[in-house]
């Protein structure tokens, strides 16, 4: 990504643009217009919730597990060996079912998260092509690949508007 900015830098500097009213750079802050529209903080809060009745379950279900592991260590002495090796095999198939449920979570949770930006993202690029063909702007950056701009070219509230328009919510999976 810095290789990408210093040649970007580097084109900048040798091949001067003309920036007159019609050919203007501007910049939009992507990571504020992806949190605060309200398709992706609407995505965001599904998540969230999502994200917090799972592992509220997980967690009841570890207790349990060290529950029944805590039972199991005191009645050590009143099962025979063969009986208590039995049941130490179970709790731990039952323990490592749990790890890979909670891991398998935690991936879905993942890859519903990188779903709903991906689908903002592509509704995003036609409202911003959009923009740019009516205001007759050549180039809309990231806010994080300007080192220093006026603020008269931050665009991200009027992107934010137009994409609110667009796009009340995202559909997740």
Do not use: C, H, W
């Not at 992706?40 to 969230?48: I, T, W």
């Not at 731990?92 to 709903?116: G, L």
Request: glycine share 2%.
């Amino acid at each position: 990504m810095k290789k990408l900015n210093i040649i970007f830098i580097i084109i900048l500097l040798i091949y001067p643009f003309n920036l007159s009213a019609e050919n203007q750079v501007y910049f939009i802050n992507l990571k504020k217009v992806l949190n605060e529209s309200k398709a992706g903080s609407g995505a965001q809060e599904k998540l969230r919730k999502e994200f917090e009745n799972q592992d509220k379950k997980f967690k009841n279900e570890s207790n349990a597990l060290k529950k029944q592991e805590t039972e199991l260590i005191n009645q050590k002495k009143t099962l025979s060996a063969e009986e208590y090796k039995k049941k130490v095999s179970a709790l731990r198939k039952k323990n490592v079912d749990f790890q890979n449920r909670r891991r398998n979570a935690s991936s879905n949770f993942v890859k519903k998260k990188n779903s709903a930006r991906n689908k903002l993202l592509k509704s995003l690029n036609p409202i911003l092509q959009k923009y740019m063909d009516e205001n007759g702007i050549m180039m809309i950056m990231n806010e994080k690949n300007v080192i220093l701009a006026n603020s008269k070219v931050d665009l991200t509230n009027t992107i934010i508007d137009l994409l609110n328009k667009e796009l009340k919510s995202i559909k997740l999976n």
